[in-house]
């Protein structure tokens, strides 16, 4: 496959990729032991969304993200590529902030069944901690997502742009809007004289709007007033 061809490649496993952050967010990170008497259980069980709640909203941001570069430009893709590498790296610092201090990461859980909300109570409460293999699944989807964004930020010059039938199509739809705006007929040029505005000047009638040319008061040349007779009856009857 050619570096030109490999943008679907790179959105799938972006997605995979936001996929295994967000799996590791629902799974059990810390298994904390409390000490005996402190609380009415023993074990008190940490998942993601407990440890590191802001996995969730990364794991979204990344998901949209590589859902924009299906139809991206190329200067919006360089920023996607940017913002790809920050979320990584967000996800991967707060992850390793978590295994650094598993009681702190677990506060919440642990506040829950021990009847304690600030750290050092909590810490008082905990004799040890297991941890599983979530933490590590999570950072390494972290690392991933940086070398994805680095990954995209040198081969979608490679990509081609926006389809060109599409912008043409889109263009021919501006054009038509244009011209059915400039479209002018008896009945507009009546209401812009009423106003005080000229209809005859060019400011006003678009000569290449293919409109029929009518006098200053819309009528057609054939039923121009051409006696003073006809004049009075023309104020008449308007």
Known sequence: MTLRR?????VVAGLLVAGIVMLSW???WFTVHLRAGSAVVATVTADGSKSVPQYT???IASLALFLALTIAGRVVRVVLAVVEV????????????????PVAAAR????????VSDLGGVRRVVSSVDVTAWPAVGIAGGVLAVVLGIVVLFVQRAWPGPSRKYGAATAGAAADARA??????AVTDWDDLSAGTDPTDPSVVD?????????????????????P???EEHREQH
């Open 6 to 10: 490999s943008r679907p490649l790179v």
């Open 86 to 101: 920050l979320l990584g790296v967000a996800v991967v610092v707060t992850g390793v902030s978590a295994l650094r201090d």
């Open 108 to 115: 919440a859980a642990i506040g829950e069944v021990a009847g």
């Open 26 to 28: 629902t799974q059990t």
């Open 229 to 231: 007779e006809q004049n």
């Open 207 to 227: 000569a290449g709007a293919g409109s029929v040319t009518v006098d200053a008061v819309g009528l057609d040349d054939g039923d121009r007033p051409t006696t």
């Open 180 to 185: 059915t705006a400039t479209q002018r007929d």
């Open 57 to 59: 909203a990364l794991a």
